[in-house]
């Protein structure tokens, strides 16, 4: 008990309490010259009894004091404290907070009540202000922002006031005065419990309502509304209308959901934890810390003191400056109130997070002369802010940075570059070889297990102080700090692809990881992190395309080939619509009379800008981007319509025929069968004069599917070609098995003729093999008469080069073959 005033009279002296000590037995009361001062009154002036205190209560508080007396009277006691209201003078009301306990005496019957009261008026009439300026900004907002209506029952027409309307997104005009403009929009989910609201006031009246509800607005949107109204009565107490207002509480709602979702995740954290409170006295220098407070920091009652000290030498270092800085703005008035976060240590040496709040008490000049608030541990809300964070920067799989975080890194470097302070550096993007394959066939567990096994492979073989991001399914990215050239990044890329390289097991099945590997080199002068990861992937695409397992190094000549095919591409989509496609035919010329026999369809595209594209450049892109399709369709189409006006001009014992070129997708994705049935059908054509040219890799692909669909077009009649012959994997005795009958020897043997070395025997050996197998043979790029003449004796039949004609436009070969008809028919007369 002695502990007990003690601590209250230094308390007192603190500046801060008054004590007081009432003894029940006798019934006197003992109130410290402090208590006195609260009640403006003289040491001289009391009577020791308990009237001194509890005649000036306010009449609304005393029953709450007398019951808190009361409470202390039962066996168990724990503090009590409450606010209430004492006269000091005349009208002068003060606030004053009281804290007491009771003390028993031997027969454990309580014998005295002691405790401790501190004025509050500051505080207290700091909140009322603060209150009072809620409730008025409250009212001000709502007369601004709410839609009035006004119902009159009797007629049943509603007034909507032009901002109920506007909140709709209605003008004025547009909405008339039914009940139905309104509940026709409600959401029906939600109209029964808004129709229930509005038919309780009309039967009960009186009471304000509020119905927080869904509407379509003018756009079609779903927005919140909360309708607030009362229902007026007439003088028998029968309501007559009902009024009110709406807000659109759509943003309100939508915050709502999100925070309960955020909330429920530290709902855990923050139950049963409550703040620890504080009071300082600015002029006496002097903190009232509370025992929670002192709790929360694994501090005992009597570890910590008074001084502000207490609180800052236990805020981590780098957070002092920033909380000192927060405080002072409230104080100075700049701030309207403290809330800041900050760290703290545990008596343990772990570090906290604490909120702190706190309102600052003035005296008549403004001048703060106290703060009180209280402060709240968020070390979990922190953590899970901080979980948060990391997986917004880093990827789930593997627990790598993921794109994010890794282009913010590289952005970093060129940064670091750009004010002259780093050193270069390097950004490599790994793509694995196969991955899709693997995942496709063996599984999405494999592909994860395959994933995984890589990001761990980087991660140990990469140098400390680089980064290993994944950047999206199978692609990684790796950022080389400090590397000044491209050999040497080159060295560590290989380094890292064969870190990578080793079998994994999956399924039972020794899997090989091999990655394409791309280096974009910040030597190159970059502006943005982006453009680098670009470059960095077009190098690797390049890696890809060109065998797998390799590493490429970005040059600007790939960059602009990239520029250049993404616009071609764009362009090439109108390409067709714009009737920018034409095609030129060149002829195919029997060696032996020299006599045209057919032509070779070839497709030009002209540019309007760029002038006349040549198929190399856009049947690649064309194909990448599936417009092949249509394209080959209409060139068939075109092609058949040209050749059936010739033969139908120039009639030959043997019809002119016409040779078109297909690719591989018009055989996989297209269905070439039925097109070339629909030309047959549209073009009186004799089949055997269409003949359809592929290429060697397209018999390699996937040899059985398109055999079937190679016989069913021999089946039509219709001609197959094989095209560029020798330059792709194809053997001779592989030939056999496909229903061919033409083979087109290649223009690179075929220009090489004339230059000795091999050339000219491998041209007779195909010549006569292709004869053993009954196949037509025609030879490509003839440009020099040489070249005809050594063709035409190893029984090569036909021929087709600038020698005899350039492709060229459908026009000028119907004059070439005119021409052509006079010259045969004055041999046939000679
Ligand atoms: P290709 O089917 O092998 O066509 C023969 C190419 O050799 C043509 O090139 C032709 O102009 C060229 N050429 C003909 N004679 C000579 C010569 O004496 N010397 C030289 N140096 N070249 C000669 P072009 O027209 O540029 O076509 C290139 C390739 O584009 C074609 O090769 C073909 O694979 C493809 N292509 C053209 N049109 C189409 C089409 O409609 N569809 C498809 N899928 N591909 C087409
Ligand atoms: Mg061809
Ligand atoms: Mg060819």
């Known amino acids: 008990m002695n502990g007990l005033i003690e601590r209250y009279e230094l308390a007192e002296k603190a500046g801060a309490e008054g004590v007081w000590d009432w003894d029940l037995r006798t019934d006197k009361l003992y109130l410290s010259p402090r208590f006195l001062e609260f009640l403006g009154l003289e040491p001289g002036e009391v009577a020791h009894r308990p009237e001194d205190w509890l005649e000036r209560v306010h009449a609304d508080d005393i029953d709450w004091l007398y019951a808190s007396f009361e409470g202390q009277m039962g066996d168990t006691h724990l503090p009590f404290q409450i606010e209430h209201r004492v006269r000091r003078d005349k009208d002068e009301w003060r606030w004053l907070i009281c804290r007491g306990v009771a003390v028993n005496g031997h027969n454990s019957e309580p014998v005295r009540l002691v405790g401790s009261v501190a004025d509050i008026t500051e505080r207290k009439v700091a909140e009322m202000r603060l209150r009072q300026s809620e409730q008025r900004y409250a009212l001000a907002a709502a007369a601004s922002s709410d839609g009035l209506y006004d119902w009159d029952l009797k007629s049943d027409k509603i007034y909507y006031s032009p901002r109920w309307k506007a909140i709709l997104g209605f003008r004025d005009d547009e909405i008339g005065d039914n009940p139905d403009e309104w509940f026709d929009r409600v959401v029906p989910d939600d109209l029964i419990w808004l129709k229930a609201t509005l038919d309780a006031q009309v039967e009960a ?3 304000p309502f509020q119905q927080e509800y869904r509407i379509v607005d003018g756009q079609g949107e779903v927005r919140w509304m909360n309708c607030r109204g009362i229902a007026v009565l007439d003088d028998h107490g029968e309501p007559v209308r009902v009024v009110g ?42 903190v009232y810390y509370s025992p929670r407070w002192k709790e929360m920091l694994g501090c005992s009652e009597s570890d910590v003191g008074v001084s502000p000290g207490e609180w800052f030498n236990r805020v981590v270092l780098e957070d002092r400056a920033g909380l000192k800085a927060a405080i002072d ?65 880093h990827d789930g799989l593997t627990g790598l940075p993921n794109r994010t975080l890794v282009t913010d890194r590289i952005a970093q470097a060129l940064n670091r570059q750009r004010n002259g302070g780093g050193r270069h550096f390097a950004v490599l993007l790994f793509d694995l070889d196969r991955f899709k394959t693997i995942n496709d066939s063996l599984g999405g567990m494999y592909g994860d297990q395959m994933l995984l096994t890589t990001a761990k492979r980087l991660e140990e073989a990469k140098r400390t102080g680089d980064t290993v991001a994944r950047l999206s399914a199978d ?43 791309g280096i974009a080199h910040s030597a190159s002068d970059y ?38 095919s993404l616009r071609t591409e764009i362009d090439l989509r109108s390409a067709m619509e714009l009737g920018q496609l034409e095609l030129f035919y060149q002829p195919i010329v029997e060696l032996g009379s020299r006599t045209i026999a057919g032509f070779e369809a070839l497709m030009r595209w002209h540019h309007p800008e760029r002038g006349m594209i040549p198929p190399v450049e ?31 001009l120039f009639p030959r014992k043997v019809p002119l025929f016409m040779s078109v070129n297909a690719s591989s997708q018009q055989f996989r994705d297209d269905d070439i069968l039925a ?27 996937d040899p059985s599917q398109v055999e079937q669909i190679m016989r069913d077009i021999r089946a039509l009649d219709v001609k197959l070609s094989i095209d560029d012959f020798g330059t792709g994997y194809s053997s001779l005795s592989y030939l056999h098995k496909f229903p061919l009958n033409t083979l087109k020897i290649d223009k690179s043997f075929v220009s090489a003729i004339g230059q000795g070395g091999d050339n000219a025997a491998i041209v007779h050996v195909i010549a006569t093999l292709a004869a053993v197998l009954r196949l037509d043979v025609v030879a490509e790029g003839i440009e020099v008469e040489e070249e005809a003449q050594f063709l035409q004796d190893v029984n090569c039949k036909y021929g087709q080069g600038y020698l005899f004609a350039r492709p060229q436009p459908a026009a000028v070969v119907t004059e070439l073959l005119a021409k052509e008809q006079v010259m045969l028919v004055e041999m046939t007369k000679g």
């Open 329 to 393: 703005l409230h104080l100075e008035g700049s701030r309207d109130h403290l809330e800041h976060e900050f760290r703290m240590r545990h008596e343990t040496g772990s570090e906290m997070w604490f909120l702190v709040r706190g309102l600052a008490v003035r005296d008549e000049e403004d001048r703060a002369v106290r703060i009180a608030g209280s402060m709240t541990d968020i070390t979990a809300r922190k953590s899970a802010e901080r979980q948060l964070l990391f997986d917004a920067f």
């Open 475 to 517: 692609e990684f990215c790796l950022l080389l700090e400090a590397i000044d050239d491209v050999p040497d990044t080159v060295s560590v890329a290989q380094a890292m692809a064969e870190a990578v390289a080793h079998p994994v097991t999956l399924a039972n099945q020794e899997v090989l990881l091999t990655a394409s590997i």
């Open 205 to 207: 009246g009186g009471k």
């Open 245 to 286: 207002s709406q807000a659109d509480i759509t943003d309100r709602k939508a915050a709502e959901q999100q925070l309960r979702a955020s909330e429920e995740r530290y709902a855990l954290a923050a139950r049963g934890a409550n703040d620890g409170l504080w009071d300082w006295l600015l002029d006496a220098g002097e």
């Open 675 to 701: 097109r070339i049935k629909e030309v047959l059908a549209d073009h009186p054509i004799p089949p055997s004069s269409l003949k359809i040219e592929i290429t060697e890799s397209m018999l390699m692909q």
């Open 618 to 648: 856009f049947i690649p892109l064309a194909e990448e981007s599936g417009l092949i399709i249509p394209m080959g369709r209409w060139a068939l189409q075109e092609s058949a319509r040209q050749i059936a006006e010739w033969q139908r």
């Open 527 to 564: 502006e943005r992190a982006d453009d680098m990861l670009r470059d960095a992937s077009l190098a690797m695409v390049r890696a890809k395309s060109s065998g797998r397992a390799r590493i490429e190094v970005f040059d600007t000549a790939l960059r602009e080939n990239a520029m250049k």
